[in-house]
């Protein structure tokens, strides 16, 4: 199987960018060839060049331009797109140009709480005034629709009506640090 080139888009910490990156760090699987955020203050660009792996800020008006953001996926060939925080929404271009090439992490079990709005602490407040008894993560298709596409893996676990949004937000990071590079690994090795 020839080696894929893989971008991660984030746009903060960049946590799951760097268990990414160790996860994969001597892979014959794939290379992570580009990290790229939209903001220039996200640590994971840190985290990134730690590793020597190319960074890229792109602003939200180059992001949504066809002739900026397509050039230089193709200068580094990028072969599949990991979304791993990253807070804009994928131009309707990039969506069809990396169609089933392209992952989302979601920090609940979508579809609930998915959509506009319902990204980082604001999931967990949700998840909280719900009243539910569990949380999750979701990795799925991008798609058009924000937070809409199919979806690929779920894991959970169990909450208590005393937890707090921080202690959600722990607990469901605890999925995300132990499964999301596996699946990216399968969706990858499954072709």
């Known amino acids: 199987m020839e ?5 991660i888009f984030v746009s903060g910490s960049g946590s799951n960018c760097e268990n990414i990156i160790k ?3 001597n892979s014959d699987l794939l290379d992570i060839v580009l990290v790229l955020s939209n903001r220039a203050d996200a640590y994971a660009l840190t985290r990134a060049k730690k590793y020597n792996i190319p960074t890229c ?6 992001f949504n331009d066809e002739h900026k953001i397509m050039p ?6 990028v072969d599949f797109i990991v979304l791993a925080g990253f807070l804009l929404m994928i131009p309707n271009f990039l969506v069809r140009a990396y169609h089933r090439r392209m992952i989302n992490l979601h920090p609940a079990l ?9 990204y980082g ?6 998840v909280k005034a719900a009243g539910e008894t569990e949380t999750g993560m979701t990795v799925h ?21 005393e937890d707090t949004p921080d202690d959600i937000a722990e607990k469901e990071h605890v999925l995300e640090m132990a499964h999301f590079p596996q699946v990216i690994e399968e969706i990858l090795l499954e072709g």
């Open 23 to 25: 996860y994969f760090a």
């Open 141 to 161: 298709w991008v798609s058009d629709v924000c937070d809409g596409g199919e979806i690929i893996a779920q894991f959970s676990t169990p909450i208590s009506p």
């Open 72 to 77: 230089l996926l193709k200068e580094y060939n």
């Open 3 to 7: 080696k894929k080139n893989v971008a």
């Open 121 to 126: 602490h604001h999931v967990h407040e949700a």
């Open 110 to 118: 979508l579809p609930k709480f998915g959509g506009k709005g319902m």
């Open 57 to 62: 800020v792109m602003g939200k008006a180059d």
